[in-house]
């Protein structure tokens, strides 16, 4: 009854938006700009239903896990719930552009996502900790992220931008990755309907913490149809990257179509992992030591694997003009995305999480993922997307301890296995103005064999659950978890 409820809901949304005067009074000014200085944000807010998932977390990005392929294993169940970050993440900004003579701009940018139902920044690290002594299915959301409630959890850098000359800035940057998977998502990265937006997998090269750089300079250059930009981090022992990482990336507008080629080498990726002990303590706040039923405790530090990223990238999007009021894009994309051994010396993630580093990667992990879609804009107000997304991994191993090299895969490790993801989205979003619009949509997607281990019932014939591994029934090899997603809401941006 909940999923027929939240469908009149939409209908009803949609019929209003429909019927809604295009030209509503806007009190906003179009920007909030005093000099070179301008203001910016967005809330985003609604209510959502998914089929299977965990309770509402008000410090993991979006507040709601999405799909299996990035979440803990730990659904609970259907979950009804007031909801944030449909669309995009609510966020407060900061542009600067300031001329300072001979067609030399002196610029900036600062700026952080939020959860409006909490008020908290976003800080993915911190719902793994908070979760991380409760047992399965009493979870709340949790998962990875590059957004660990730093006071600028997004983006914060600086620079010097010239007509002639290009841009060229120093900070903590978007990765040339996830600002190209911005343009290129028919569902603009969106945390409710789109798999590039929830998970920040790809938009890290295969390591969320990665998705954002820090100690790192990035320069960009425009010539005509062409563009181009490089980037490089040093790293840090505080990031989500600990070594030097290098990225290219090349592209092309012209006449309505538009072509990306993205690079991108990681080293030192962090990779936060569940860290559950059934009823344990948390390991960020008690060291090693024997738990109350007698088995062993985890190091003090969330639990994670370190790995050198690397990925190539094509994406591509074609707008045509169906009359003065309507127009419609097209948008296909394809990444191979390899994830293999790195060395790890020493380091903590993003915002000074310590981390205890159990396994590494032996057998390189190889994910390629497309997808497709369109976005029509049918006449002024009304906007449909569609999207979907597809993904698969191969077989990879893993060595115990931060240099180990036993090879350890699917029958002994239950997480490794080959396996595919799909998944299908639907959006409709009626925009009153260039402040304020309301959506309604759908999100299916489902994981299978190698992706799907560690669901309760994700193995014929037996319950598979993270405490009986695969070598005890399977899990991991066979099965699949399906789950959807309906959600309404509204935007607000300034």
Not at 17 to 27: E, I, L, V
Not at 289 to 303: D, F, R, S, V, Y
Not at 315 to 320: D, R, V
Not at 437 to 465: H, I, M, Q
Request: glycine share 14%; proline share 4%; aromatic share 10%.
């Amino acid at each position: 009854m909940k999923r027929w409820h939240l469908l009149g809901m939409a209908t009803a949304l949609a019929l209003v938006g429909t019927s809604a005067n295009a030209q509503m009074k806007d009190p906003l000014p179009d920007s909030l700009s005093l000099g070179g200085v301008t203001l910016y944000g967005t809330v985003d807010i609604g209510y959502a239903y998914q089929s299977r998932g965990v309770p509402l977390n008000g410090q993991f990005p979006g507040g709601l896990e999405y799909q299996a392929f990035t979440t803990t294993r730990n659904f609970a169940g259907s979950v009804s719930t007031i909801a944030e970050s449909g669309l995009e993440q609510s966020k407060i900004g900061v542009r600067v552009t300031e001329p300072i003579g001979n067609d030399f701009n002196l610029v900036a940018r600062a700026e952080t996502g939020f959860n409006p139902l909490s008020g908290q920044l976003t800080d993915a690290c911190g719902s793994l900790a908070n979760n991380s002594s409760l047992k399965v299915g009493q979870q709340t959301a949790n998962a990875d992220s590059s957004r660990c409630g730093q006071a600028f959890n997004s983006m914060l850098w600086g620079g010097m931008s010239q007509t002639q000359l290009g841009q060229l800035t120093v900070g903590r940057h978007n990765s040339l990755q996830l600002d190209a998977l911005a343009q290129f998502d028919p569902q603009t990265l969106s945390y409710a309907f789109s798999f590039l937006g929830y998970s920040g997998f790809n938009g890290g090269a295969g390591s969320t913490q990665a998705g954002r750089w820090d100690n790192s300079a990035r320069y960009g250059y425009q010539s005509g149809p062409l563009h181009l930009a490089i980037m490089y981090s040093n790293g840090g022992q505080d990031t989500g990257l600990l070594d030097k990482s290098f990225a290219g990336e090349l592209g092309i507008n012209t006449e309505g179509l538009s072509v990306d080629l993205v690079y991108e080498k990681e080293k030192g990726a962090v990779n936060l992992r569940s860290s559950f002990d059934n009823g344990g303590v948390n390991p960020l706040t008690t060291s090693a030591g024997i738990g109350p039923t007698g088995a062993p405790l985890p190091p003090a530090g969330l639990a994670a694997y370190i790995s050198t990223d690397t990925s190539w990238n094509l994406m591509a999007k074609y707008t045509g003009q169906l009359d003065q009021n309507d127009k419609i894009t097209f948008y296909a994309g394809y990444s191979h995305i390899q994830k293999s051994h790195y060395d790890y010396t020493d380091g903590t993630a993003q915002n000074s999480y310590a981390i205890d580093v159990g396994i590494n990667v032996n057998n390189p992990a190889v994910y390629n993922m497309e997808w497709v879609g369109a976005r029509w804009m049918a006449g002024p107000n009304l906007q449909l997307v569609a999207a979907y997304y597809h993904i698969t991994q191969n077989s990879w191993t893993i060595g115990l301890g931060t240099d180990g090299t036993q090879g350890v895969g699917c029958s002994a490790a239950g997480l490794l296995c080959a396996g595919h993801f799909d998944e299908a989205s639907f959006v409709l979003d009626y925009v009153f103005n260039k402040h304020y619009d309301v959506y309604a949509g759908v999100n299916w997607s489902e994981v299978t064999d190698g992706l799907a281990n560690g669901f309760p019932g994700c193995s014929a014939g037996a319950a598979c659950t993270i405490s009986t591994p695969s070598s005890a029934n399977g899990a991991g090899t066979s099965g699949s978890e399906p789950s959807t997603t309906f959600m309404v809401g509204g935007r607000v941006k300034f």
